[in-house]
């Protein structure tokens, strides 16, 4: 039994129904192994981020979801949890998300690293952190 922080970064788009897939099947995975001691921290964004988060409360008592809210309100799911932190800049939450995280959970869009993605800056910074990341590909056989 291990405590497991996971952090998660995904797109506005939307998880589509293979990364919904597989990120219920990693997460139901991680929770077993920590015995139900997980935290879990997203954006609080539309998208991704909001799509894990209704399957992160489907499966928990929800206690364990931590949020990290945008400034932009425009691009805030508003989610609901115990644990919201203060607003910040994308950077900047997207950085607490990584460096509270034990295992970085990525969602992205395409199936290709893009320089200007703040999902893919967020694996990037996970990546020089030494973090362990999962990246959820869009589709399975493309």
Known sequence: MEHKVIGFTGTQRGMTSSQRQQFEMLFNQLHIEAAGEIEFHHGDCIGADEDAHNIVAANTDGY????HPPMND?????????HVLPIKD???RNHDIVEACDILIACPKGMTEELRSGTWATIRYARI????VQILWPCKNC
Request: proline residues 0%; hydrophobic residues 40%.
């Open 64 to 67: 364990g979801i931590w949020l």
């Open 74 to 82: 425009k691009k805030r799911a508003w989610c609901r949890a115990y």
């Open 90 to 92: 994308y950077m900047n």
């Open 129 to 132: 952190l030494h973090k362990r």
